[in-house]
């Protein structure tokens, strides 16, 4: 009798050495780490993984999570100073930002305020509820300065699922897909697994990052099982996701 469980492999047996482009590891901005204790545990619980190599990305959303430069920076440098103190030397920590397009984006677009990584990628989310007003102006003023948009997490926004011509279209602005590595499992429930295989499969995704805030979500991580073809799809966007950034 097969036992089709037995053809699923777990995802962390894959994920050494990825680097993680979307997470919310510095302490004390947003809903992510609360304080540096905090950061340092996911930090470990990522190296158990074998991923140690950073790039943090709090939340800059209007009165919300008002972070900036300066904000993201001094957090950037306590977490530093505090691995170092741990003598955590393996770990590489840069930051950048995932940006909400809300009503004060392209105001600090427009100021030289945004915060991307790998020097010209700026990584932007919506609002789960509805898509934002202004997206598409962003985006184009995103691409005026001859910077490349991230969404994040397309998957979850659940307004795009019986609308998929809206993510061919976000496709054909030139628009980058980053998927969120849980919404391969059900944590955010069946509707967004489902689609985040389906985008996968039509090779939509070009990054995938954890976008972990704590240790339940690190640990729900741990126990994400796939086939073998989502495994081999995934492969190359790993090694994508490592040699842009």
Known sequence: MFDFFRKKKFLVDYLEGLL????????????GAKNVTESIALIKGFAEMGMTDFIATPHIMHNYYPNNQDTIKEALLRLKNELLAQKLKDVSLRAAAEHMIDDNFEAILEKGEIMPMGGNYVLVEMSYLQPSINFNEAIIKISSINHFTILAHPERYIYLHNAYSKYEGYKKQGILFQLNLLSLSEYYGKEVQKMAFKLLEDGFIDFVGSDVHNMKQLNSLKEVQLGTKMLEILKPIFLKTNNTF
């Open 20 to 31: 993680d482009i979307h997470n919310h590891i510095l302490p004390g901005l947003d809903d």
